[in-house]
């Protein structure tokens, strides 16, 4: 019988989320994913195949768990965006990676897809006559700060992110999100 390969493969994914949010998928290097797995590279590509299909996997993945650590509610947008502002604020990494994989894949994962037309569905049925267009914008909101131009967040007196100046970019988040729900 063959060994157990969960622990590699949760070893694998682990190191190919940091290395595909620190590089991206061009810059990424299987050498390096495992050499921080601590197995070889063989195993990673018998596992997820060639380096394209495991940053899809590494997209689905992190699509899974931010959906299950930050739960949707069509009838709470501003809190949902609250709260996905906490999580990026706490999981830089899953920012970047999604960053990338805008960057450099012309064309949408089956994942990222589905992660959307979920959350489009639910806005539908909660009323919304343009779902998408609110989803999108609420998303831009959630992610404006962090997408600034570094100069931007150096006027604005941002070096590292107070707890005080994180409390401040929430509430208005959290203002700008409920302008955008009563229109």
Known sequence: MPPDATDTKRRILAAAHTEFATYGLAGARVDRIAAAAAANKRSIYVHFGPKEELFDVVIARSLEELEHQVPFDPRNLTEYAGALFDFLVAN????????????????????????????????????????????????????????????????????????????????????????????
Request: without cysteine; glycine residues 6%.
């Open 92 to 183: 830089p990494l899953f920012g970047r990676l999604a960053a990338w994989a805008q960057l450099e894949r012309a064309e949408s994962s089956r994942a990222e897809i589905d992660a959307y037309a979920r959350k489009v569905a639910s806005l539908a049925s909660a009323g919304d006559g343009h779902p998408a267009d609110t989803l999108a914008l609420v998303l831009g909101l959630v992610t404006s700060w962090f997408m600034a131009a570094p100069a931007l967040r150096v006027l604005a007196g941002d070096g590292q992110w107070s707890v005080q100046r994180l409390r401040d970019h929430r509430a208005e988040l959290s203002a700008a999100v409920a302008a955008v729900i009563q229109r």
